[in-house]
């Protein structure tokens, strides 16, 4: 079409690809993991919804407090230095996150959660700023569009692939189990 809703040309930019990579990336992993946590929080360690939701405070209000505390960083960095730094960081809480037991305590979340909650807002201002600044002005919403349809699917994805992975490794811890 001449004027097609979802313009597959954007995808020469090799910008855009990337961003729309890392911003896929950002749902596939931490916006992936949070139902997971929360459902660690509420079924393993027992608190309640509210008191779930409270202890995951830290990444939330990182996520929103890192992007205007670094402003000033923005005019001064490179959007995909920031990018990177964020992803790098929100990898790291991942990582921190992934022993955890029945027995960890609530606390064992934290740096995690500090990590990825800032890796996040570090690097949701630069995926706005490169996705929106490597495609022509006219293009901007649709850009936008394509940005939150590649964090979604990508959480639809995440979300997906931690359930399988959990469904397999209790299935085996069962077999395990029960014989």
């Known amino acids: 079409q001449r004027r097609p809703m979802f313009d597959l040309s954007l995808f020469r930019n090799r910008a855009f690809c990337g961003v729309s990579f890392a911003t896929f990336a950002i749902g596939a992993g931490m916006f992936a993991m949070f139902p997971y946590v929360t459902l660690y929080i509420q079924n393993a360690l027992g608190f309640s919804p509210l008191a779930g939701g409270v202890r995951l405070l830290p990444a939330t209000i990182l ?3 890192v992007p205007l505390a670094t402003r000033r960083l923005t005019g001064r960095i490179a ?8 992803l790098v960081l929100t990898a790291l809480g991942l990582a921190s996150m992934s022993n955890l037991s029945v027995t960890s305590h609530w606390t064992a979340l934290l740096a995690g959660l500090l990590l990825t909650g800032f890796g996040i807002g570090l690097a949701n201002p630069a995926i706005a700023n490169i996705a929106l600044g490597v495609v022509p002005p006219q293009r901007s919403g649709m850009a936008s569009g394509i940005s939150n349809t590649f964090r979604i699917a990508g959480l639809a994805v995440g979300v997906a692939a931690l359930g399988a992975a959990f469904q397999s490794r209790l299935g085996s811890s069962l077999d395990s189990s029960l014989g």
Request: glycine fraction near 36%.
């Open 79 to 86: 959007p995909g230095v920031l990018l990177g730094g964020g």
């Open 63 to 65: 996520t929103f407090v």
